[in-house]
């Protein structure tokens, strides 16, 4: 069973419980899941509140959330965590979930936070060589203007006969 004094905040929202748990300890809170049932990491992924006002204060800027199943008790659990920093960081739970590999590298690529004792943290979506992470609230967003040559737009317009 998940010690009590791992998690800090319970509750359910739209009929799915979730619990949230200190980031130093996400990690030990994770295998006591496991332990419990909870042996399918569904996903990962993870919130920027930055500028949010949803809420009066947020626990830390960045909120790593875990979806688990246990599929033999057919329940689903959301473990949340915060962490802040720059770069932010947390314990990886590759060693518990295989398949967090994939997740915790795209967390990384789009986000920046860091997942310590990855195995292999790159750049999964963007370039190796883009500077910053696309989906934090302060990443600059503009465009690029993009020139198209006469050939280009003779291909991309339909034939005269269908």
Known sequence: MIADNLITERGVSAGDEWITVPADNVHEALAALKGEGYRLLVFLTCVDH???????????RYELV?????????????????VDGDPPEIESATD??????WDERETYDLFGVRFKGHPELTRILMPDDWVGHPLRRDYPVGGEVVEFSEEHQRWQTPPDRA
Do not use: C, I, M, T
Not at 50 to 60: A, F, H, K, Y
Not at 66 to 82: G, I, T
Not at 96 to 101: E, I, K, Q, R, T
């Open 50 to 60: 930055l500028v949010d006002q949803s809420r009066p204060s947020w626990p830390g």
């Open 96 to 101: 518990l979930f295989p398949p967090a590999d």
């Open 66 to 82: 875990y979806q688990l199943r246990d599929v033999e008790k057919l329940r689903e659990l959301r473990v949340r965590a915060f």
